[in-house]
T-cell receptor, first 109, second 115 residues
Framework: KQEVTQIPAALSVPEGENLVLNCSFT??????LQWFRQDPGKGLTSLLL?????REQTSGRLNASLDKSSGRSTLYIAASQPGDSATYLC????????FGAGTRLTVKP | DVKVTQSSRYLVKRTGEKVFLECVQD?????MFWYRQDPGLGLRLIYF?????MKEKGDIPEGYSVSREKKERFSLILESASTNQTSMYLC????WGQGRSYEQYFGPGTRLTVT
């Protein structure tokens, strides 16, 4: 059974810092990996989708990388802003979807 | 834009009631999912459906059933609601098949309280 781990569980940074969130998974036979953002009490919003044949995807200040062979993905957030404060989840797509527990990010003004 | 809608944002039910949570997607996605999310436990898969009239148990199917009579609609049924089913319920859909993105989209969630 696929296991997905996210480190750190929580992160607090001052505004303007660049930061990296980590995701690791145990089974490399995946279709893709997806990063989501969740605000308190809300559903999940898709940020980036990396197909298994890709190495990275970029959207604005976000960059996600995938190393399938080592079972790792990172989400890089450049020049963080208070509006980036949320929980970030990675999900690994086999036949079903397996989620990490998330990283709770706080960006202080 | 893909849209996944859930019938209620907030729901309060009594112990023993039969509860229906409805999810509708408008992008002709083959796969649909029901999760529950609890503090400290993350997202846990209850049931998923590859296609119409198909269903697979997830990690925590006990106390739940599902129905998928039409491609766009996936219903979660709590046969006899209990207080330990108080949770946030999230529905998702995903395209499936050759040439598709396999990207998953979520609804806004239903906060269910069972008293």
């Amino acid at each position: 059974k696929q296991e997905v781990t996210q480190i750190p569980a929580a992160l607090s940074v001052p505004e303007g810092e660049n930061l990296v969130l980590n995701c690791s998974f145990t089974d490399s036979a995946i279709y893709n990996l997806q990063w989501f953002r969740q605000d308190p009490g809300k559903g999940l919003t898709s940020l980036l989708l990396i197909q298994s044949s890709q190495r990275e995807q970029t959207s604005g200040r976000l960059n996600a990388s995938l190393d399938k062979s080592s079972g790792r993905s990172t989400l890089y957030i450049a020049a963080s802003q208070p509006g980036d404060s949320a929980t970030y989840l990675c999900a690994v797509n086999n036949n079903d979807m397996r989620f990490g527990a998330g990283t709770r990010l706080t960006v202080k003004p | 834009d893909v849209k996944v809608t859930q019938s209620s944002r907030y729901l309060v039910k009594r112990t023993g009631e039969k509860v229906f949570l409805e999810c509708v997607q408008d992008m002709d996605h083959e796969n649909m999912f029901w999760y529950r999310q609890d503090p400290g436990l993350g997202l846990r898969l209850i049931y998923f459906s590859y296609d119409v009239k198909m269903k697979e148990k997830g990690d925590i199917p006990e106390g739940y059933s599902v129905s998928r009579e039409k491609k766009e609609r996936f219903s979660l049924i709590l046969e006899s609601a209990s207080t330990n089913q108080t949770s946030m319920y999230l529905c998702a859909s995903r395209s499936w098949g050759q040439g598709r993105s396999y990207e998953q989209y979520f609804g806004p969630g239903t906060r269910l309280t069972v008293t």
